[in-house]
């Protein structure tokens, strides 16, 4: 069954590459209008959009960054200045540093950064974007396995924040529920990405450890991220979709 948004408004935050692209440009396609945030690589962003504008999509980009509160408000005020309301919200963009609990090198700078993008940016986006929302919204926050297994040293702090915004989006589904508005998460394996690349020192065993044997692609998560804002999801709310090949399985 296809999904047709015509007439939606979405915003997809980090949605200039890698996740956030795919999932952009799969909303254009269903016709969605579309809102992106950025937070350094401009030219990305503005491709983006000509790629979207050239599928016959109204797309907008505004740098943000997603960690810090005031940057979140200006972005929801822009969104509201030029589109009027919202539908969608995807709320892509993450910051991953690691450093194990016993390590005192640990950069306690990238690790509040991480805190601060992918934990209480998250809530205060969702917070912020609420009331701009009409019935029928539906608000997706994209997570990593992580939050169900580290796998690894080194990402107790990194994992924190992903099972962080499970919790918080079963709590928002409850919240939300009268407003008509649900909140789900989308969890993602081993994805090919800049970060984690399929031939990357590390991609062997995460392979291994899938029941597919493979890395997933941007693509196939954004195939999820439409499915729950499309109209086959009304009745999904307060739940993780996990996108993960199987892992650990």
Known sequence: MSVRLSGKVALVTGGSRGIGRA???????????????????????????????????????????????????????????????????????????????????ADDAALAAQAAVNVQGVFTTIRAAVPL????????????????????PGLAEYAASRAAVVGFSKGAARDLGPLGITVNVVQAGPIDSSRNPANGPFAESQRAATALGR???????????????????????????????????
Do not use: K, W
Request: charged share 20%; aromatic share 6%.
């Open 215 to 249: 890395f997933g692609t941007a693509e196939e998560v954004a195939a999820g991220i439409l499915f729950l804002a499309g109209p086959g999801a009304s009745y999904v709310t307060g739940t993780v979709l996990t996108i993960d090949g199987g892992y650990g399985a």
């Open 23 to 105: 999932a952009a440009l799969a909303l254009a396609d269903a016709g969605a209008a579309l809102a992106i945030s950025y937070s350094r690589d401009e030219e990305a962003a503005a491709r983006l959009v000509r790629c979207a504008e050239g599928r016959g999509c109204l797309a907008r980009a505004y740098r943000a960054d997603q960690g810090h509160t005031g940057d979140i408000h200006r972005l929801i005020r822009a969104v509201a200045r030029d589109f009027g309301v919202l539908d969608i919200l995807v709320n892509n963009a993450a910051h991953f540093a690691t450093g194990g609990v016993d390590d005192p090198d």
């Open 133 to 152: 929302m009409r019935r029928g919204g539906r608000i997706i926050s994209v997570g990593c396995m992580a939050a169900d297994h580290a796998g690894a």
